[in-house]
């Protein structure tokens, strides 16, 4: 069994290493159609490890199937949790442009920050997704906790929220940085610590940038690994799952941030989403739903808003009154 994590996490730093030192080593702003491209790569290879997990699970090479998961519906639960994790990343997409806005990050640099802050995660992940399944088998009453957990977070992404990009800045967090660590303001060419005019070792902000980054993603842990938890308490197909999906955050960054709101029906999906997990995970021992099932319940939630979002933006533009015709121009008079 320690091989399979081993050569998983051997590929989940060969994958980052290629995508900063190789296809992301010079600091420029990405483009659009650049982070499409890498995208597609990262989502490809994230639907595609669907494949080994089937044959793990089929022929119990981890040695200690002890949840009795054929190939088939552990393919089926890596893949629903899998969409469930990219679809919750959408929300943190925003935040993290609100952090970049906040901290005046050039676009140069925001792929470095994103890099560091998803290595991050992927150790913080590990962590709590363990807890959290060392927590729903020891103590059954996690999961009606869990379960009112996500409800509430659901019905939360339906209210109005404060979308001020300083009070990033003038958060308790940074603060107290501010506060306890010499911090160096301006442009230092994308380094995390520099010394002062005096010597010293000091912090830029875009280390207090990467410092925020990752306290919203252990924020928004709190919501997405209860849900993945609904989905399955197997270890190795909700870990690989869960990183399989931050690796792609980077570049679905870069592709999204500048068009999150042409999604705005999304936050409604991923709060109906939220609060049918959260009532999947109180009712779990009276209710069950197969795995295809809710498979097919996740990717309907996401398709509703992606589409409906589509469809009304449409035709916003096609009632939208035409722009006023620009004044003709006036010849500047003739000189004699």
Same mark, same amino acid.
């Given at each position: 069994?320690?091989?399979?994590?081993?050569?998983?996490? $051997?590929? /989940?730093?060969?994958?980052? %290493?290629?995508?900063?030192?190789?296809?992301?080593?010079?600091?420029?702003?990405?483009?659009?159609?650049?982070?499409?491209? #890498?995208?597609? /790569?990262?989502?490809?290879?994230?639907?595609?490890?669907?494949?080994?997990?089937?044959?793990?699970?089929?022929?119990?090479?981890?040695?200690?199937?002890?949840? %009795?998961?054929? @190939?088939?519906?552990?393919?089926?639960?890596?893949? !629903?949790?899998?969409?469930?994790?990219?679809?919750?990343? $959408?929300?943190?997409?925003?935040?993290?442009? &609100?952090?970049?806005?906040?901290?005046?990050?050039?676009? #140069?640099?925001?792929?470095?920050?994103?890099?560091?802050?998803?290595?991050?995660?992927?150790?913080?992940?590990?962590?709590?997704?363990?807890?959290?399944?060392?927590?729903?088998?020891?103590?059954?009453?996690?999961?009606?906790?869990?379960?009112?957990?996500?409800?509430?977070?659901?019905? @939360?992404?339906?209210? #109005?929220?404060?979308?001020?990009?300083?009070?990033?800045?003038? !958060?308790?967090?940074?603060?107290?940085?501010?506060?306890?660590?010499? /911090?160096?303001?301006?442009?230092?060419?994308?380094?995390?610590?520099?010394?002062?005019?005096?010597?010293?070792?000091?912090?830029?902000?875009?280390?207090?940038?990467?410092? $925020?980054?990752?306290?919203?993603?252990?924020?928004?842990? &709190?919501?997405?690994?209860?849900?993945?938890?609904?989905?399955?308490?197997?270890?190795?197909?909700?870990?690989?799952?869960?990183?399989?999906?931050?690796?792609?955050?980077?570049?679905?960054?870069?592709?999204?941030?500048? +068009?999150?709101?042409?999604?705005?029906?999304?936050?409604?999906? &991923? +709060?109906?989403?939220? /609060?049918?997990?959260?009532? #999947?995970?109180? @009712?779990?021992?009276?209710?069950?739903?197969?795995?295809? $099932?809710?498979?097919?319940?996740?990717?309907?939630?996401? %398709?509703?808003?992606?589409?409906?979002?589509?469809?009304?933006?449409?035709?916003?533009?096609?009632?939208?009154?035409?722009?006023?015709?620009?004044?003709?121009?006036?010849?500047?008079?003739?000189?004699?």
């Amino acid at each position: 069994m320690i091989w399979f994590w081993i050569g998983f996490f $051997v590929f /989940v730093a060969v994958a980052l %290493g290629l995508d900063l030192g190789v296809f992301s080593r010079s600091a420029q702003d990405p483009t659009f159609k650049t982070a499409f491209r #890498k995208s597609m /790569v990262w989502i490809g290879l994230g639907l595609a490890f669907a494949g080994p997990v089937f044959l793990i699970y089929e022929h119990n090479w981890l040695g200690a199937n002890t949840s %009795g998961l054929t @190939g088939k519906d552990a393919a089926i639960t890596y893949v !629903s949790a899998y969409l469930l994790e990219e679809a919750l990343s $959408v929300d943190n997409i925003f935040v993290m442009a &609100l952090i970049f806005r906040s901290f005046r990050v050039p676009g #140069k640099y925001q792929h470095r920050v994103l890099f560091w802050g998803i290595l991050g995660a992927v150790v913080f992940r590990c962590a709590m997704l363990g807890g959290g399944v060392w927590l729903t088998k020891k103590f059954d009453f996690v999961f009606y906790f869990f379960g009112a957990y996500l409800i509430y977070s659901g019905l @939360g992404l339906l209210r #109005k929220e404060d979308e001020d990009e300083d009070h990033l800045e003038k !958060s308790t967090a940074v603060r107290l940085l501010r506060r306890f660590v010499r /911090v160096i303001d301006g442009d230092h060419a994308g380094k995390f610590l520099v010394r002062d005019n005096h010597g010293r070792r000091a912090l830029t902000t875009l280390a207090v940038t990467l410092v $925020v980054v990752e306290l919203t993603d252990v924020v928004f842990a &709190l919501d997405s690994i209860p849900a993945v938890l609904a989905v399955s308490q197997e270890s190795f197909v909700i870990i690989t799952s869960n990183i399989m999906a931050i690796l792609g955050l980077r570049s679905m960054y870069f592709m999204l941030a500048g +068009a999150m709101a042409e999604f705005d029906y999304l936050k409604y999906a &991923l +709060a109906g989403l939220l /609060v049918f997990i959260g009532a #999947k995970m109180i @009712g779990h021992g009276h209710v069950h739903l197969s795995n295809a $099932v809710s498979l097919g319940i996740i990717a309907g939630f996401i %398709g509703a808003g992606v589409i409906a979002s589509i469809v009304v933006n449409r035709r916003r533009a096609a009632t939208a009154p035409a722009p006023p015709p620009a004044p003709p121009a006036v010849a500047p008079p003739a000189v004699e």
